[in-house]
């Protein structure tokens, strides 16, 4: 794995606007980042991306299956109990999932490490799918990369794929937080996914989002939502003052409630527990059953329910090395093996595994100077090049 200097597209700004990408540089900051890409070879991909993500993922299945049976792992989750029915049935019915995202430390010599999976509510799929593709295309074009060069990138046709494979029954609204770029823009380009897959796709904000009085759910307009893509993490539903008709209002809701569980920081303990010493996976504990002899004194503290790096925390030798503000943490926590990220340039890469329906499909990169990937963490394409 090569970090590779490169020069920026003159008017990428420009394309970039063109194409809808309209959060590219938020609040003038670096996002988007281009001078620079990362160099994969073909077995790197698929021999240490690929096939763990896939094997994981089959591992995550048996997570909920067993804690759909089990009261005592849906306590440690965190997952209110009003909401544990609603969880397994939607796990028995085999409610379809659209997408994932496992984010790995690689660093192109050893075994990817499982940082989380990102089951719920992940974002970058946009700049994923179509604009480091987009990129790669220019770049090629312009005689600067080989013709040979590719990329760890289904995403975009294999989204349409799942979406027409969803069987969704009338219109398809999605949801999210009007208030951020970022979501809108995310949610428009899954719709538009699932427009070319022949659904019937609105997108609306939350806040639009009404109770009838037969206790389902509507748009602003009035009309009934009977299928909800909702950029919006499972836990705040629980919370939120409309959960309570969340099972009973028949609404079809993608990702589907199953994935409550495996968007939680807990089922990386549970995954330890299932195959302690897998070659992909780091020793991780509930923090009232630590064997601190595997944990070590180099660890990471995570909180059940946190998002974009929030209230992270790097412990080096048990004592505090670096941490990220937010407002996580009341719920509990898991603690974590580290796993350093290699430094390249100062830089840190996360590499971002992507699921669409389960399959591997793609890769992102966030990196940033610090060692904890914040939703201010840059995004750099990358190639695959032998």
């Not at 900051?29 to 077995?43: G, N, P, S």
């Not at 109990?81 to 939607?90: A, L, V």
């Not at 302690?276 to 004194?297: C, K, M, R, T």
């Not at 974009?308 to 093996?337: H, L, R």
Request: charged share 25%; with cysteine.
């Amino acid at each position: 794995m090569r970090r590779v200097r490169t020069e920026e597209r003159p008017n990428w700004r420009a394309v970039a606007e063109e194409l809808g990408f309209r959060f590219h540089s938020p609040r003038d900051e670096v996002y988007w980042q281009e001078d620079a890409y990362y160099q994969f070879t073909l077995r790197q991909i698929e021999d240490d991306i690929e096939t763990p993500t896939a094997e994981l993922e089959e591992m995550c299945f048996a997570i909920v299956d067993r804690a759909c049976r089990d009261e005592a792992m849906l306590t440690r989750l965190a997952i209110p109990r009003q909401f544990w029915d609603y969880i397994e049935q939607s796990w028995r019915q085999k409610a379809k999932n659209l997408y994932g995202r496992m984010d790995f430390s690689y660093d192109g010599t050893g075994p990817a490490k499982l940082l989380e999976y990102n089951a719920d509510t992940p974002t970058s799929i946009y700049e994923a799918a179509v604009f480091q593709w987009r990129w790669l295309e220019d770049l090629q074009a312009a005689g600067r990369l080989p013709a040979a060069a590719d990329q760890f990138n289904s995403l975009h046709e294999t989204l349409i794929e799942a979406f027409a494979g969803f069987g969704v029954d009338g219109p398809l609204h999605l949801a999210g937080e009007a208030q951020s770029e970022e979501d809108m823009g995310t949610i428009e380009y899954l719709g538009d996914c699932a427009a070319q897959a022949g659904i019937d796709a609105t997108v609306l904000a939350l806040g639009d989002i009404g109770l009838t009085d037969l206790g389902g759910f509507a748009d602003g307009e009035g009309r009934p939502i009977v299928n909800l893509f909702k950029l919006y993490p499972w836990e705040w539903m629980f919370r939120d003052e409309f959960g309570a008709h969340l099972q009973r209002s028949g609404m079809r809701v993608i990702e589907p409630p199953w994935k409550a569980i495996l968007s939680n920081k807990g089922i990386l303990p549970f995954l330890w527990e299932l195959a302690p010493g897998h070659p992909n996976l780091l020793p991780s504990f509930f923090p009232d059953a630590v064997d601190a002899d595997v944990l070590g004194a180099d660890y990471v503290r995570k909180p059940l329910f946190s998002r974009e790096g929030a209230n992270i925390e790097i412990f080096e030798g048990g004592a505090p090395a670096e941490a990220a503000a937010g407002p996580y943490g009341a719920e509990g926590a898991i603690v974590q093996a580290l796993a350093p990220l290699p430094a390249i340039e100062g830089n840190f890469p996360v590499l971002g595994s992507w699921l669409i329906a389960s399959r591997p499909s793609g890769l992102g990169i966030r990196e940033d100077t610090r060692r904890i990937t914040t939703d201010d963490s840059r995004f750099l394409p990358h190639i695959i090049l032998d």
